[in-house]
C-alpha cells in the first residue's frame, strides 16, 4: 500500500510540474557568449532559476560567438525571425531601438535601485535594456615604477593632469628601461577605439559627436579642443612614447607584465592575468585630466526587449530576476567585469573592500562618461576608428578630422537625423 501511494504521489507531483511547464509561456533568448564556458554556465544557472521560481515563463537560450552576433541579429529583424530576448552592446542599443529591433523595457524603477547609471540603457526617455554588470579602463602602472621615477600618486580627486601625464611618460622614456613609455592598445581594434580613445578626446573638451543635437559632428570632432587632442594623439607615435598600429597583439596582451611598458591603458579584465603574471605591485589609476575633467567609457552588454516581442513584461520579469546581487556577483567572480550595484561588489573576490579591482568600481562610479547615446553611433564610430588609426599612422591631423566630420555628417543627413 506504501509503495502504490509513493507512486501515485510521485505521478501526481511529475503530472503538476509537466503542467505548470505547459502553462509557462516560452522566451526565446538569443546571447553573445557562445564559446565562453564560464559565462554560459552562469547565464544558464540564472535561466534555470528563473524558469523554476515562477509559472508565467520559459527561457530558452541560444549562444553566438561575439564575433557574429550582431550581423545575427540584423540579419533576423530583416527576415522577421528576432527572438523575445535580446543581449546588446550599450553602445549599439540606440541603433537597435531606432530600427525597431527592440522596444521599451517594462521594468520597475525598485529593480534598477542602486546600480551604476551606465548599466541602463536609455534613448529617447524610455528604458531599452539593463545590464549585469560593467566595465571601466586605468592607467596601469607599478607601484615601483612611479617609485623610481619620482611620480606622485594620482587620486579620484586629484589625477595627474597634461604636463604630469607627458612628464611620467618623459621620465620613463629617459630611463632606458622601457621599450616604450605607454601602451594605449594599438593592436585592439573595432569598439576599442571609441570606447578607449574617445575619452581622451572628451577631456580636451572634443567629442565624436555634438550631444546637444546628435546632427553634427562640426566643431566637436574638429573644432580647437578635437585639434589639439589629433595633434597629441599623434605626437604619442612620431616621438616614441607608445607602438604604433602595427603592434604585435601579443605584445598588447603581455607587454605591461613582461615589462616592456612602463604604462598601459587597460580594462579591468586583465587585472587578474596581471596579478597572475607576477606584477604584485600593479596600480590602477585614474585617467589623466587633460582640461576638461578626467573621462573613461562605459556601458557593457544588456538584456532587453526585442520589438517583435509579445511578452517584453515577460522580459521585464527575467531581467529584475537576474538583477538579484548573488548573480552579479557571479558574473563576476566568474568572468571578471565590474557588478552593477555597491552590494554585489561585496560580495565578489575582488571588488570588495580591500579587493584587488576595488579601485575599477570606483572609477565607474566617478569618471564614466557613456559613448554617444545616438542610433548614428555605429556609423560614427567606424570613422572615428578609422581617423585616429590614420592619425597614429601620420596623417594631416585637421584634414583627417575634416574628413571624418564630413562623413559623420553625411550619414546623419541620409538618415534624417536618426529621430532626433
Same mark, same amino acid.
Given at each position: ?119 541602463? +540603457?536609455? &534613448?529617447? @526617455?524610455?528604458?531599452?535594456?539593463? *545590464?549585469?554588470?560593467?566595465?571601466? /579602463?586605468? !592607467?596601469? =602602472? ?124 587597460? +580594462?579591468? &579584465?586583465? @587585472?587578474?592575468?596581471?596579478?597572475? *603574471?607576477?606584477?604584485?605591485?600593479? /596600480?590602477? !589609476?585614474? =585617467? ?128 534624417? @537625423?536618426?529621430?532626433?
Amino acid at each position: 500500500m506504501k509503495l502504490k501511494t509513493t507512486l501515485a504521489a510521485t505521478l501526481l507531483a511529475t503530472t503538476g510540474l509537466a503542467s505548470a511547464a505547459m502553462a509557462q509561456t516560452e522566451l526565446t533568448m538569443w546571447y553573445h557568449g557562445g564559446g565562453n564556458e564560464v559565462e554560459s554556465n552562469i547565464l544558464n544557472g540564472i535561466v534555470e532559476d528563473f524558469n523554476a521560481a515562477q509559472s508565467d515563463w520559459m527561457v530558452t537560450v541560444e549562444s553566438f560567438p561575439q564575433g557574429s552576433y550582431n550581423d545575427s541579429v540584423v540579419a533576423a529583424a530583416l527576415a522577421g525571425n528576432l527572438p523575445c530576448i535580446l543581449d546588446v552592446d550599450g553602445p549599439v542599443m540606440p541603433n537597435w531601438a531606432w530600427a525597431g529591433y527592440m522596444q521599451p523595457l517594462p521594468i520597475s524603477d525598485a529593480a534598477l535601485e542602486g546600480h551604476l547609471d551606465s548599466t541602463i +540603457g536609455r &534613448w529617447d @526617455g524610455d528604458i531599452y535594456s539593463v *545590464g549585469l554588470w560593467e566595465a571601466a /579602463v586605468a !592607467l596601469y =602602472a607599478r607601484q615601483s615604477t612611479l617609485d623610481e621615477l619620482g611620480l606622485r600618486i594620482p587620486t579620484l580627486d586629484n589625477p595627474w593632469n597634461m604636463e604630469e601625464f607627458m612628464g611620467a611618460l618623459d621620465a620613463a622614456k629617459a630611463s632606458g628601461n622601457y621599450e616604450y613609455a605607454f601602451d594605449p592598445g594599438m593592436a585592439w581594434t573595432g569598439e576599442w577605439y571609441p570606447y578607449a580613445f574617445s575619452p581622451f578626446l572628451q577631456s580636451f573638451g572634443g567629442d565624436i559627436v555634438d550631444r546637444s543635437s546628435y546632427q553634427t559632428a562640426d566643431g566637436v570632432l574638429n573644432g580647437d579642443a578635437a585639434l589639439a587632442f589629433g595633434e597629441w594623439w599623434q605626437t604619442l607615435f612620431t616621438e616614441g612614447y607608445a607602438p604604433g598600429t602595427s603592434q604585435d597583439p601579443a605584445d598588447r596582451d603581455t607587454g605591461f607584465i613582461d615589462g616592456k611598458y612602463a604604462f598601459a591603458w587597460n +580594462g579591468n &579584465w586583465a @587585472g587578474v592575468a596581471t596579478l597572475d *603574471g607576477g606584477v604584485y605591485d600593479v /596600480v590602477f !589609476l585614474p =585617467a589623466p585630466d587633460f582640461g576638461n575633467g578626467s573621462v573613461i567609457g562605459a556601458g557593457s552588454w544588456q538584456f532587453g526587449a526585442s520589438g517583435t516581442c509579445e511578452h517584453p513584461d515577460g522580459v521585464a520579469a527575467f531581467v529584475e530576476h537576474a538583477l538579484q546581487d548573488e548573480y552579479l556577483a557571479a558574473f563576476s567572480d566568474g568572468i571578471g567585469l565590474i557588478p552593477s550595484t555597491t552590494d554585489a561588489a561585496q560580495m565578489t573576490a575582488n571588488y570588495a573592500a580591500g579587493g584587488a579591482l576595488e579601485s575599477f568600481f570606483g572609477l565607474s562610479e566617478a569618471q564614466a562618461l557613456v559613448r554617444p547615446v545616438s542610433p548614428g553611433y555605429v556609423v560614427a564610430a567606424k570613422v572615428f576608428e578609422k581617423a585616429l588609426a590614420d592619425i597614429a599612422n601620420g596623417a594631416d591631423v585637421a584634414d583627417t578630422l575634416d574628413a571624418a566630420v564630413d562623413e559623420i555628417d553625411s550619414d546623419i543627413e541620409r538618415n534624417s @537625423g536618426y529621430g532626433h
